[in-house]
């Protein structure tokens, strides 16, 4: 695109007085109007043609590869061209609705600028397009391009607070602690032959062993490792709605992160499932601590949907996917009848094969409103109404338990730590 200046404006303008004296004049010096306009029409065709042209222009682009939702990253852009560089190039970095580049407008010194890049939400954010423009020498044309560069950064959870959340629960010392304990304990896996002492069960004496080195041996186990566990997360519209300040999906999010990064550090594997009217999202079972980041990144991709959940649609690919018994964990919310009774259905399927942590919201809204005293009428209603949703959402949980399903439930400020503790009472008492 090339546009005139604004000197090329003021220039053209310039010239309509002394036209309008002469005119008044001469009445034969009108046509010198003509003539002055002519001229600025012709500079500014020939700047613009002796500036460098947008086919000569490459911009290079060093954006973050992804972005928690509570920092802020950086974005270098820097301009390149074939022949020598205009004096002053303005840029303009374009984004989609989950970010935001600040500042608006940027003058790059040297050719080169960096830009502040702030998540707005939670999401698969994106550089869309970079904006560059650039005067002509004689300053009368701006030409100026755009460059669909669609960058993806995405924006994820706060992965530092989850760190700091998972060093406060169990700091290093504490988690190597755990791991000692959960390893060598009651498990059922072997680790290794130890003379006997106090400390082992006179059952695990090995007696052939012992008779071979002339001393009692006893076997010693560990619970086993590699368990897979899936975090299947509904993002539906009923999650999208808020909890404690929060969306319920945006929530889970954190909890399963939170869990993931104990269980990784503990040898099992994890993965993340998320669905809504349809599966959405999954993947794949990763091991090791250094595979959080690709649960991190790949954790953008559930977002906030308007659409109704389909429990069998979304629980039904996920079980078709697991080959092996797996711990799966399932956040969901759930407000009517029907799409309780189709969630219980579809559950119980995936319970005949696998062990299942359903994650239940507390809402501590609506148990405030069943035990506030009322004042008036609408409070009395109010009460009634919240004591009939109470009432439901326990039913529900209690239907599941009779199914086999662990239910963890907590307030959502206590989520992530509840949930974290039922996954290691379960790999305790070798459930998993």
Not at 84 to 106: C, I, K, M, Q, Y
Not at 318 to 338: C, I, K, N, P, Y
Not at 399 to 414: E, F, M, Q, S
């Amino acid at each position: 695109m090339i546009y005139p200046t604004r000197r090329a404006i003021v220039l053209a303008a310039a010239g309509a007085p002394p036209a309008l004296i002469a005119g008044l004049v001469a009445p034969g010096w009108w046509a010198a109007a003509g003539g002055w306009v002519a001229l600025v029409l012709g500079l500014v065709l020939v700047d613009a043609l002796i500036g460098p042209a947008r086919d000569e222009v490459s911009l290079i682009l060093d954006a973050p590869t992804q972005l928690g939702i509570a920092g802020v990253g950086e974005a270098r852009i820097a301009a390149r061209f074939a022949g020598a560089r205009p004096r002053r190039l303005g840029l303009a970095v374009e984004t989609n609705d989950r970010l935001t580049a600040s500042p608006d407008r940027l003058y790059l010194q040297r050719g080169e600028g960096t830009v502040r890049l702030t998540p707005v939400r939670r999401g698969a954010g994106e550089i869309t397009a970079l904006w560059l423009r650039w005067p002509g020498p004689l300053g009368l044309v701006w030409k100026q391009m755009r460059d669909p560069v669609r960058r993806p950064v995405p924006v994820t959870p706060n992965i530092e607070a989850i760190k700091a959340e998972a060093v406060r629960l169990f700091s290093r010392q504490a988690l190597s602690g755990v791991k000692a304990q959960l390893d060598l304990g009651d498990g059922s896996d072997f680790h290794a032959l130890k003379e006997l002492t106090g400390e082992l069960d006179t059952r695990a004496i090995d007696w052939k062993q012992s008779a071979r080195h002339m001393k009692l041996l006893g076997k010693e186990f560990r619970a086993e490792t590699n368990h897979p566990i899936v975090f299947a997360i509904d993002g539906g519209r009923q999650m999208t709605e808020p909890l404690a300040g929060a969306p319920r999906v945006d929530l889970a999010l954190n909890a399963a992160l939170l869990t993931a990064f104990v269980c990784l550090k503990l040898g099992d594997r994890a993965a993340i499932f998320g669905f809504d009217s349809r599966p959405r999202l999954y993947t794949g079972l990763v091991s090791g601590a250094s595979a959080f980041e690709r649960l991190r990144r790949a954790s953008a991709a559930i977002d906030y949907s308007p659409e109704e959940t389909n429990y069998t649609l979304g629980l039904t690919e996920l079980g078709a996917r697991l080959q092996r018994r797996s711990l799966l964990v399932v956040f969901t919310e759930f407000t009517d009848q029907t799409t309780a009774e189709l969630m219980i259905e579809n559950i119980g399927r995936l319970v005949r094969r696998h062990l299942v942590l359903f994650v239940v919201f507390r809402d501590e809204e609506l148990e405030a409103l069943v035990a506030r005293e009322p004042v008036t009428a609408e409070d009395v209603t109010r009460a009634v109404t919240a004591q009939m949703l109470l009432k439901n959402r326990e039913v529900v949980i209690e239907r599941l338990r009779r199914l086999g399903v662990h239910i963890v439930d907590a307030p959502a400020g206590r989520m992530g730590p509840a949930l974290l503790d039922a996954y290691l009472d379960l790999k305790r008492r070798e459930l998993l």
